[in-house]
T-cell receptor, first 114, second 114 residues
Framework: AQSVTQLGSHVSVSEGALVLLRCNYS??????LFWYVQYPNQGLQLLLK??????LVKGINGFEAEFKKSETSFHLTKPSAHMSDAAEYFC????????????FGKGTTLSVSS | DGGITQSPKYLFRKEGQNVTLSCEQN?????MYWYRQDPGQGLRLIYY???????QKGDIAEGYSVSREKKESFPLTVTSAQKNPTAFYLC?????????????FGPGTRLLVL
């Protein structure tokens, strides 16, 4: 069965600092992996996705993630945090046994201080 | 204007009452999904549908029902059998085929129990 683990339910950084949100996955087949962002009381917005092409994936708002098969990881990074990055972030893997629904991690809340 | 509409934004349920959450899309996507979001739990799959007049249970289908009579619509009914319905409900859609794996999310409905 596929699964996703997000390490750290809450991450705090200063404005301008590096953002690193960790995601590890478990999958018996080549995975499709996603990072979504959610602002309070809103739906989810896709940040980026890995679909077996380039292992370094660039997304919106300056975020990127690197797929590392040997480490079963897909960590999300951004070189310089902005106040507007404060939100909840979800890592997800595509579930081939459920109509390619998504299996989500429990989320990481990012706080950015000035 | 293309997109996914969920209504109402807030919904209140009394004890023993069935309530229906609406999800409508004009993206011409084949697949539709319902997820439940609880704080610190990520999103969990309730039901999904890949074609009109067909749908499948997800991980937490007990106490919920759905229908898919039209491609554009996938309403979710929260029945009185669901003893803990307070949550944020998100509808998502996805085109099938062509290697397109991205799910698109609606703005969500927050269900509260009176």
């Amino acid at each position: 069965a596929q699964s996703v683990t997000q390490l750290g339910s809450h991450v705090s950084v200063s404005e301008g600092a590096l953002v690193l949100l960790r995601c590890n996955y478990s999958s018996s087949v080549p995975p499709y992996l996603f990072w979504y962002v959610q602002y309070p009381n809103q739906g989810l917005q896709l940040l980026l996705k890995y679909t077996s092409a380039a292992t370094l994936v660039k997304g919106i708002n300056g975020f990127e993630a690197e797929f590392k098969k040997s480490e079963t990881s897909f960590h999300l990074t951004k070189p310089s945090a902005h106040m507007s990055d404060a939100a909840e972030y979800f890592c997800a893997v595509s579930d081939y046994q459920a109509g390619t629904a998504l299996i989500f991690g429990k989320g990481t809340t990012l706080s950015v201080s000035s | 204007d293309g997109g996914i509409t969920q209504s109402p934004k807030y919904l209140f349920r009394k004890e023993g009452q069935n309530v229906t959450l609406s999800c409508e899309q004009n993206l011409n996507h084949d697949a539709m999904y319902w997820y439940r979001q609880d704080p610190g739990q990520g999103l969990r799959l309730i039901y999904y549908s890949q074609i009109v007049n067909d749908f499948q249970k997800g991980d937490i289908a007990e106490g919920y029902s759905v229908s898919r009579e039209k491609k554009e619509s996938f309403p979710l009914t929260v029945t009185s059998a669901q003893k803990n319905p307070t949550a944020f409900y998100l509808c998502a859609t996805k085109p099938l085929g062509g290697g397109q794996e991205t799910q698109y999310f609606g703005p969500g409905t927050r269900l509260l129990v009176l």
